[in-house]
């Protein structure tokens, strides 16, 4: 059975620090996902990673793919409150999308 | 485009009521997702369509009835749901084909079960 980890599930930072989420998945997959999302909205698209060792970036969010260790990291560099948001990652594997139980990140102006 | 379109954005309905909840993309994509979102959770995945023909179910009770008239249409059919059935309704769906990366997720139906 897949499953997803991601801690910490709640993150509370000040302005302009770097910290990391990280997301541990139990069985081999094909991709990983990122989302974030804003209180009451939908999932908004961040990154899709699909090879061990893939790293993409956008801002001040980057993440990364080890597929060996089922593991995928994002990021987050001089962090503006803008960002806060809920983080979630999420594995396919045959044809199932599952999410991670998300990161609520707060991050104080 | 790249745009995933659910409708309604906000559905109340009485537990005898039937109702349906509705899916549409023009991106191609072959497969299809539903999902239950609770507040505060993540997305819970309730069924997948793949070409067209439901591929995953994931032990989601009968009074929700998938429905994929064609490839760029999905419906949810609601009948005699509990209160505990409100939550938010996602879609999703991705290319499944050469060139699958992203999975874009519609705006969601907030649906409230009274």
């Known amino acids: 059975e897949l499953k997803v980890e991601q801690n910490p599930l709640f993150l509370s930072m000040q302005e302009g620090k770097n910290y990391t989420i990280y997301c541990n998945y139990s069985?081999?997959?094909?991709?990983l996902y990122w989302y974030r999302q804003d209180p009451g909205k939908s999932l908004e698209s961040l990154f899709v990673l699909l090879s061990n060792g893939a790293v993409k970036q956008e801002g001040r969010l980057m993440a990364s793919l080890d597929t060996k260790a089922r593991l995928s990291t994002l990021h987050i560099t001089a962090a503006v409150h803008d960002l806060s948001a809920t983080y979630f990652c999420?594995?396919?594997?045959?044809?199932?999308?599952?999410f991670g139980k998300g990161t609520r990140l707060h991050i104080l102006p | 485009d790249t745009e995933v379109t659910q409708t309604p954005k906000h559905l109340v309905m009485g537990m005898t009521n039937k109702k349906s909840l509705k899916c549409e993309q023009h991106m191609g994509h072959r497969a299809m997702y539903w999902y239950k979102q609770k507040a505060k959770k993540p997305p819970e995945l309730m069924f997948v369509y793949s070409y067209e023909k439901l591929s995953i179910n994931e032990s989601v009770p009968s009074r929700f009835s998938p429905e994929c008239p064609n490839s760029s249409l999905l419906n949810l059919h609601l009948h005699a749901l509990q209160p505990e059935d409100s939550a938010l309704y996602l879609c999703?769906?991705?290319?499944?084909?050469?060139?699958?990366?992203?999975?874009?997720f519609g705006q969601g139906t907030r649906l409230t079960v009274v």
């Open positions: 999703a769906s991705r290319r499944r084909e050469e060139g699958d990366t992203e999975a874009f």
């Open positions: 069985t081999t997959s094909d991709r």
């Open positions: 999420a594995v396919n594997r045959d044809d199932k999308i599952i």
